[in-house]
């Protein structure tokens, strides 16, 4: 009663204050701040908006993988005003590693959108879309005033003419007291020497702009038409100090070999319509920073085998009579496993301080996209066989290539694997992933001629079925003795699939 005397307030105004909640919608506020007050009291923080209206839910920037930094907008699953339920999808991020699907944590409904699709680069951390409670009024909802404004959405940027400038001379071409130097091969200074003439009278046409004989014999052609005359040198000015300078030796020769051959004329690789910008994903971006880093930083050291695949391909053709389909890499996944399990000292990262010994075999397999190289990780590939390690590999694959792989489907991983062979490569070596310690190259099988003996010793030629596997180490982690004896160990298991299980 005291306050309902002291503030002269109905009573529906007293129950309204008496029920109030601490998240106050702004018709509410409006509605409240209508009621008479006695005595002209002023209720500014009564009326007050940024007291009264509902504070909206941010919606920042996710981090969605250990090694992102900035993300993309690909596309808003929902539109403002929509209502969101906590799992809903809201929108498909662009990462360094795929595109993810970003889902709502809570119920409400998505009031604003502060970042358009499309919009590239989008810090971690920043506002990129404002929600509210259901029943609040998400039409009033504003962006804070201490949100920098949105990005704008990347679009290509059209060809501009440059501003022209005042040119400077190519350095190359720059004269040092009137006379050009140019380097000459020896045929072409004889003959310029014989026919006393000047290399600045021609154009150099040799690599790195050398002046060759070919273009001293065009000087001497254009001599005898009459078109170009003899070079003299020019007398030098009388000057006071040429008794006190003294003599010149003049007996070199005329053209003498520079210390430093002059640089070549570049082209102009950057002028407007001489190339075509491709934009960066944030997948490629990552991918060649990653490879520098791993190529400028870690000490890599190759080792190389061959395997006969003849047993192999032997399973392999009973299991399609039973309609289990299995590929030559899903073989050599498994050999991987398998002798990962039987070499913990392989199955080791770097994190930079020194290695860690991994307790599950879970094996990274490049998989190539439209967008780059993403490796999706076999869990746990020591106890799974040939037909499970299979089945794994499309399921990812497929996923990877549309770009819906989930962050725990591709971050970490202990051993890699990047298989060419399907493109007909031979052999190759490829680039180790930190923090692994690892990566297996491999190439095709190929057939191969081989001298052996029968039962009886006599030598005939067999054809046996051949691929060559290179593996990357980290010599930090992995040395040469180790690297070796796991690539024997690699060999004796694939070549015998009856160890595969």
Same mark, same amino acid.
């Given at each position: 009663m005291a306050a309902s005397w002291r503030l002269r307030c109905n009573q529906p105004l007293l129950r309204y204050l008496l029920g109030f909640s601490s998240r106050r919608s702004l018709g509410l506020a409006q509605g409240a701040a209508a009621w008479p007050v006695d005595r002209g009291a002023s209720w500014r923080w009564f009326h007050s908006t940024q007291l009264l209206q509902a504070d909206p839910i941010k919606v920042l920037m996710p981090s969605l993988s /250990?090694?992102?930094?900035? $993300?993309?907008? #690909?596309? @808003? !699953?929902?539109?403002?005003?929509? &209502?969101?339920? &906590? $799992?809903?999808? !809201?929108?498909?991020?662009?990462?360094d590693k795929a595109v993810v699907t970003l889902d709502a944590n809570d119920d409400g409904i998505l009031a604003k959108i502060v970042v358009e699709e499309g919009a590239k680069n989008i810090q971690l951390g920043s506002l990129i879309a404002l929600m509210v409670e259901e029943g609040e009024? @998400?039409?009033q909802v504003e962006i804070p005033k201490d949100v920098s404004a949105p990005p704008p959405v990347s679009k290509p940027a059209a060809p501009t003419q440059p501003s022209p400038q005042p040119q400077s001379p190519c350095p190359a071409r720059k004269e040092h007291k009137g006379t050009a130097r140019f380097r000459l091969s020896p045929a072409a200074r004889n003959i310029l020497e014989k026919h006393s003439l000047d290399a600045s009278q021609g154009t150099a046409t040799g690599p790195r702009g050398i002046f060759t004989k070919e273009d001293a014999l065009k000087l001497v052609e254009l001599k005898q038409m009459g078109k170009i005359?003899?070079?003299r040198p020019a007398s030098a000015p009388p000057s006071s100090l040429s008794a006190s300078v003294p003599p010149q030796d003049t007996a070199g020769p005329s053209? /003498?070999?520079p210390m430093i051959p002059p640089v070549s004329i570049p082209g102009q690789p950057n002028a407007a319509g001489t190339f075509t910008e491709i934009p960066a994903s944030n997948i490629r971006r990552v991918i060649a920073k990653r490879l520098t880093e791993s190529k400028s930083t870690v000490p890599h050291a190759y080792a190389t085998a061959d395997c006969d695949l003849g047993a192999v391909l032997k399973v392999r053709r009973d299991l399609v009579k039973d309609d289990?389909?299995?590929?030559?890499?899903?073989?050599?996944?498994?050999?991987?496993? #398998?002798?990962l399990k039987q070499m913990p000292g392989v199955n080791v990262t770097w994190d930079g301080e020194g290695p860690k010994q991994l307790p599950s075999v879970d094996i990274s397999v490049a998989v190539a996209t439209d967008k780059g190289l993403i490796t999706p990780i076999i869990k746990d590939a020591a106890a799974k066989g040939i037909q499970e390690i299979a089945d794994s590999v499309k399921v990812l694959s497929k996923k990877a290539r549309d770009g819906k !792989?989930? /962050?725990?489907?591709?971050? $970490?991983?202990?051993?890699?694997?990047?298989n060419l062979g399907m493109f007909g490569i031979d052999e190759f070596t490829a680039v180790i992933n930190p923090p692994q310690a690892c990566i297996l190259a491999v190439g095709r099988f190929r057939p191969? !001629?081989?001298?052996? =003996?029968?039962? =009886? $010793?006599?030598p005939q030629l067999q054809q046996h079925q051949l691929i060559t596997v290179t593996m990357s180490s980290d010599s930090r982690v992995v040395d040469d003795e180790l690297a070796t004896r796991f690539l024997e160990t690699f060999k004796a298991n694939l070549e015998n699939p009856m160890r595969l299980g």
């Open positions: /250990p090694t992102m930094e900035q $993300g993309n907008i #690909v596309k @808003w !699953l929902k539109k403002e005003g929509e &209502a969101v339920s &906590a $799992g809903d999808s !809201l929108c498909e991020i662009e990462t009024d @998400w039409k005359t003899e070079s053209y /003498p070999r289990i389909k299995v590929s030559v890499n899903d073989f050599i996944i498994r050999a991987a496993a #398998v002798t !792989l989930m /962050p725990e489907e591709y971050q $970490g991983g202990s051993f890699s694997i990047s191969v !001629l081989k001298l052996t =003996e029968d039962e =009886e $010793g006599n």
